[in-house]
């Protein structure tokens, strides 16, 4: 049995969440392959919203397994107020022991650095997401797996606190207390240790056993540190391959992989975005679509829906087909604007350049329609809607085979 694969194609907040939460009624395992605590996956399920930020959002199956992946930087504190909201999890999730830990000073290091940077910062969320993976990389970090022995472990976080002093000094960050830092490391290990496993060792048996297993991801491709619209990315790699490197799996195991897009664009923070609208119409689309960061709070830059950027990122994906999110927030505009080409120093191209400093979109303009709202068969959309989803095919190349026609889980559109 082959993992399936949820990606999202644009600048994340695409609603992943709502897809996989889905999808997972019909999986025995979810696994949260990158990204931390800087994520969210907003979820509405019979009027009630689930806001998650680690959890695989298959933890609403009450029989699906949910597993965090090595790929995962992992806050505990974030984690275990997460875990508050569920009743028997254990059993249930489980935490790979190589995941890296994102602990309380690397967000005070992301704070400091983006306060550095002054009107050249990226813009991150400040939660300590880049800081924990540049420990990764630079092998100074700490795992998940060492919280089990919470003396030894604080004993290295100081040891690297006086390896780097000159650094933490410019930054202004203070070396912990080591007796505090021990009685928290033992706090995290006592709620954390029933959860941590050999998560790669659990997927490839359950690959061997043909269970149904859905891997997801955070952010979206155009955030991802090689791909995205580097330097205004996130640290880790959110396209499907990543999913790879981020569970222990091999490029053989991914069986149907679903890009989510939105019908429209978003973006939160800084960086370049081609066709965001800075008229009444990107306001209307923000305040319809309650576009508002789960995580951070902030609003997202809104936009129409960008073809050329949507068909390069399901070429690096490999989509097998798109997942249409959000349609029901532009019912009722009279037009609907679509990204079909890009204009670059007076040239006009049909390709994503790899800097989108200077890109200027290329519209088409489309019918409205009135309303999709709750709408279960592709048949029964209004005509210029489903004009509007043959046109989004046209343009990237890939099938939309599945239509969100409002948040609740059951207005979804399943095409045969």
Known sequence: MKADLIVGIQWGDEGKGKMVDMLAQNYDIVCRSQGGHNAGHTIWVDGVRHALHLIPSGVLNPKAINIIGNGVVLSPESIIKEMEQFEGLEGRLFISDKAHLNLPYHALIDQAKEKLKGDKAIGTTGKGIGPAYS?????????????????????????????????????????????????????????????????????????????????????????????????????????????????????????????????????????????????????????????????????????????????????????????????????????????????????????????????????EEIAGWDSVVGCREFDKLPENAKKYINKIEELTGVRVGIVSTSPERDDTIIRG
């Open 135 to 363: 420990e990764k990389i630079s092998r100074t970090g700490f795992r998940v797996g060492e919280l089990l022995n919470p003396k030894k472990l604080a004993s290295g976080i100081i040891d690297y606190f006086e390896q780097s002093r000159a650094i933490f000094e410019v930054l202004k960050v203070e070396t912990p207390n080591k007796e505090e830092l021990v009685e928290l490391l033992t706090e995290y290990k006592n709620k954390l240790e029933p959860f941590i496993a050999n998560t790669t060792n659990m997927i490839w048996d359950a690959l061997d056993s043909d269970k149904k297993i859905l891997l997801e991801g955070a952010q979206g491709t155009l955030l991802d540190i090689d791909h995205g619209t580097y330097p205004y990315v996130t640290s880790s790699s959110c396209v499907s391959a990543g999913a790879c490197t981020g569970l222990g799996i091999s490029p053989k195991d991914i069986g149907v992989v679903t890009g989510i897009v939105k019908a429209y664009t978003t973006r939160v923070g800084n960086g370049p975005f081609p066709s965001e609208d800075f008229t009444e119409d990107g306001q209307k689309i923000a305040d319809i679509g309650k576009e508002v960061g789960v995580t951070t709070g902030r609003g997202r830059r809104c936009g129409w829906f960008d073809a050329i950027a949507v068909k390069h990122a399901a070429r690096l994906n490999g989509c097998d087909q798109l997942s249409l999110m959000k349609l029901d927030v532009l019912d009722g505009f009279k037009t609907i604007k679509i990204c079909t080409s890009y204009e670059v120093n007076g040239e006009i191209i049909k390709y994503m350049p790899s800097d989108l400093e200077n890109v200027k979109p290329v519209y």
